[in-house]
């Protein structure tokens, strides 16, 4: 399994971003999906999640109205839209696998990372 994670970048306060993470391996559609991200010098956080088929997600409180995750089973692809983008919102965004078709907070319910994306918001 490989997930490459793209769409980061300098935006501004407000501005909005769409993630992607683009997955290969064994089947897609089989794994709920998740973002974390790491701000500079504090642990990797749990963002959001969406399970195998996409009919559920769920996300961190500091996130829930501002961002949506969702996923194109078709194109093996989950993506992040984020909204009203915040100068906290700065960190590295990371898509990974869960281990099964439902999600879990914890990173040890994920397998496999892809290896991060930039998201830098200036105020």
Do not use: H
């Not at 194109?75 to 909204?83: A, D, E, G, I, P």
């Not at 994920?110 to 930039?118: L, N, V």
Request: proline letters at 2%; aromatic letters at 16%; glycine letters at 12%.
């Amino acid at each position: 399994v490989q997930l490459q994670a793209s769409g980061g970048g300098l935006v501004q306060a407000g501005d909005s971003l769409r993630l992607s993470c683009a997955y290969s391996g064994r089947t897609f559609s089989s794994y709920a999906m998740a973002w974390f991200r790491q701000a500079p010098g504090k642990d990797r956080e749990f963002v959001g999640a969406i399970t195998w088929g996409g009919g559920s997600t769920t996300y961190v409180d500091f996130v829930k109205t501002r961002f949506t995750i969702y996923r194109d089973n078709d194109k093996s692809t989950v993506y992040l839209q984020m909204n009203s983008l915040k100068p906290e919102d700065t960190a590295i965004y990371y898509c990974a696998k869960s281990r099964t078709g439902y999600y879990m907070v914890s990173a040890s319910g994920y397998d496999f990372w892809g290896q991060g994306t930039q998201v830098t918001v200036s105020s």
